[in-house]
């Protein structure tokens, strides 16, 4: 099983302020097979990046995601309040399909 | 507009059984595969299993935790994907959503529903 580890835990920034996130995986991850989810409080987590890069439809471009093998990076270039939110990530090319286990925007 | 509706939830005693239901809508059902992700309380996503569509012979995968005890089924007439639990225990209790999936990937998310599992 692919263990999946993100970092921070929790990360304090303020509006217009550039997040990085971070997601190590324990072995290399199939292909490109890597997506980053947006989580809100009482909602549903929403697809945000799939195949490392790719953005889902109706993200905005401020979100970008990079990273080959075993790490990879979410990238949020202006922080807007509705960016406030819990972030996972997840490999899909091999089963189980696993998460990280979040990492938590919050504002300063 | 894509949609995935759960219910079945509720409070159910340790080693009873609860079925989940997610009926979608606004696409082919038959085209895509499914998944059932869980969320216990204050905690992160734990993927459950996943049923893939006809094309795909409806293979069918589950995450260790929950092998031999839950059964993931499809019903195409009428776009619904079940999520059978057994035997269940007090650590199966969370928001189950169910997914839409996009090859392997979780593209569209229900908004869930609660299992609570307690004497």
């Known amino acids: 099983e692919i263990v999946l580890t993100q970092s921070p835990g929790t990360l304090s920034l303020s509006p217009g302020e550039r997040a990085t996130l971070s997601c190590r995986a324990s072995?290399?991850?199939?292909?490109?097979?890597l997506a980053w989810y947006q989580q809100k409080p009482g909602q549903a987590p929403r697809l945000l990046i799939y195949?490392?890069?790719t953005r889902a439809t109706g993200i905005p471009d401020r979100f970008s995601g990079s990273g080959s093998g075993t790490d990879f990076t979410l990238t949020i270039s202006r922080l807007e309040r509705e960016d406030f939110a819990v972030y996972y990530c997840?490999?899909?090319?091999?089963?189980?399909?696993?998460f990280g286990q979040g990492t938590k925007l919050e504002i300063k | 507009e894509v949609q995935l509706v759960e219910s079945g939830g509720g409070l159910v005693q340790p080693g009873r059984s609860l079925r989940l239901s997610c009926k979608v809508s606004?696409?082919?059902?038959?085209?895509?595969?499914m998944s059932w992700v869980r969320q216990a309380p204050g905690k992160g996503l734990e993927w459950v299993g996943f049923?893939?569509?006809?094309?795909?012979?409806?293979?069918?995968g589950y995450a260790a935790s929950v092998k031999d005890r839950f059964i993931i089924s499809r019903d195409d007439s009428n776009n619904i994907a079940y999520l059978q639990m057994n035997s269940l225990k007090t650590e199966d209790t969370a928001l189950y959503y169910c997914?839409?999936?996009?090859?392997?990937?979780?593209?569209?998310w229900g908004q869930g529903t609660l299992v609570t599992v307690s004497s």
């Open positions: 606004g696409f082919n059902f038959g085209d895509y595969g």
């Open positions: 072995q290399s991850i199939i292909s490109t097979y």
């Open positions: 997914t839409r999936d996009h090859g392997w990937l979780l593209a569209y």
């Open positions: 195949d490392i890069s």
């Open positions: 997840q490999q899909y090319g091999s089963s189980p399909r696993t």
């Open positions: 049923i893939r569509n006809k094309g795909y012979g409806e293979t069918i």
